[in-house]
């Protein structure tokens, strides 16, 4: 509009020159020749930049008309945003003076949107957290930003409290000045119930691991008494018996008469039968609880156990033993000993091997054995997809009843490998 009134303006005094230029033509020759040609000599020269400068204004009239035309579209768009979004928002004052606040903030506060300006914020926080939302405004009026989401507790006029997460952002003067506050609110009740559920579950979940690991506890030291009640009767009561059996069909084989050769073969063969069947059940009892480990100890046991697993199975053990403490307790021993028995029949069924290195060390805060086979090996995460390998679970819960640590390495191809390690102390047991 001013663009056009100026072109106006300037074509009015285009006119107003060209009359002037006539009437100076009228003049006289010398007249012409004097101030009055350079006085219209000097308006025509300003009558043509201001005619420039008409034209730059024009230009940059409807820049502004287009500037100012964007700015209204992203006015009515931030308006809209504000307006329609689904969660809180709010601006305040330095203060924590509320000046404007969308829908979603007076459903959060449980107030007309526009009845909340002119309240202080501060007021719709729960009581026990004011002082901390009071002190948040504090800092940020002295300068220090806090850009992370802090949640509080809302307590609304009317209706019930609420968790809300409350991200602040500051805008300051070019001095630094705190001029106002925007205001992120998000209700995260469901969210924090969900939590508290889940973390509930945790807590059930691992009470019930606790038990069912108690449980498993339990449930080993209650078959190794069954194994040493077992060998026990084995030993003590059924190899005795066999013992008799047998002595009795020698004596009753010396007293037969002569004659009575087909009999004499006969008693022959089940004397024979029981001494095999007395050596099985003497053999079973070992394996069930070797009576040495408690009489001669762990080092006795383990060169005792490798030698018969050797001869048995036909395979190549290598047993090493370096530094091992001269006393143990039995949980200890025992759970070394029941880890190579495994290891070692683990080994024998399924590894395909010739070798295996049995290795026991002690040293000042630890036992560490290592078995180790050079066979055909396996993938340890394809044994857990197929939820089998209770033997790998059994060593494990032996191990971690006398707190220690259980490993397993494994590739195909490559042999595995298994490491345990026993905290000890000497002079605790």
């Known amino acids: 509009m001013k663009a056009s009134i100026l072109s106006k303006q300037l074509e009015a005094a285009q006119k107003h020159l060209d009359s002037l230029r006539c009437q100076g033509g009228m003049a006289n020759a010398e007249k012409r020749k004097g101030p009055w040609l350079r006085t219209l000599a000097g308006l025509s020269t300003t009558l043509k930049k201001l005619r420039v400068s008409a034209e730059e204004i024009y230009q940059l009239n409807r820049q502004l008309t287009r500037t100012s035309q964007a700015l209204e579209t992203e006015h009515r768009r931030y308006l809209e945003l504000f307006e329609f979004a689904p969660d809180g928002y709010l601006v305040t004052d330095a203060k924590g003076m509320i000046q404007e606040a969308n829908r979603a903030a007076g459903v959060l506060l449980k107030e007309n ?60 003067t070019p001095e630094g000045r705190l001029t106002h506050l925007r205001w992120l609110m998000r209700d995260i009740t469901e969210r924090r119930r969900a939590e508290e559920a889940i973390k509930t579950a945790h807590a059930a979940l691992e009470h019930n691991r606790e038990e069912l690991r108690a449980l498993a506890a339990r449930l080993l030291r209650a078959q190794e008494e069954e194994r040493r009640r077992v060998s026990r009767e084995l030993h003590d009561d059924v190899s005795q018996k066999l013992a008799m059996l047998m002595l009795e069909m020698e004596t009753l084989e010396r007293n037969l008469p002569l004659p009575h050769l087909q009999i004499l073969e006969q008693l022959r063969s089940f004397r024979e039968r029981a001494a095999e069947l007395s050596d099985d059940a003497r053999n079973l009892a070992y394996r069930l609880h070797p009576s040495i480990l408690e009489d001669l100890g762990l080092a006795v046991a383990m060169r005792s156990y490798t030698s018969d697993f050797a001869s048995r199975e036909g395979i190549q053990v290598r047993l090493a033993q370096k530094n091992l403490p001269s006393t143990m307790s039995q949980e200890m021993a025992s759970c070394l000993y029941r880890v190579t028995q495994e290891s070692l029949r683990n080994a024998a069924k399924h590894a395909h091997t010739q070798r295996v290195s049995v290795t026991l060390t002690g040293s000042a805060h630890c036992i560490r054995l290592s078995v180790r086979d050079w066979g055909t090996g396996f993938d340890p995460e394809m044994l857990k997809s197929r939820r089998s390998g209770l033997g790998i679970i059994g060593m494990e819960e032996r191990v971690r009843l006398v707190n220690g640590t259980f490993s397993l390495r494994s590739r195909p191809g490559r042999g595995t490998q298994v490491v345990v390690r026993l905290p000890y102390r000497e002079g605790k047991r």
């Open 113 to 172: 949107r526009n009845q909340l300006a002119g309240k202080p914020l501060s007021h719709f926080i729960d009581e026990g957290q004011r002082k901390a939302f009071c002190a948040q405004i504090s800092r940020l009026r002295r300068g220090i930003d806090e850009h992370m989401p802090r949640t509080f507790r809302l307590q609304p006029l009317s209706g019930a409290c609420l968790d809300a997460s409350l991200t602040v952002a500051a805008t300051r």
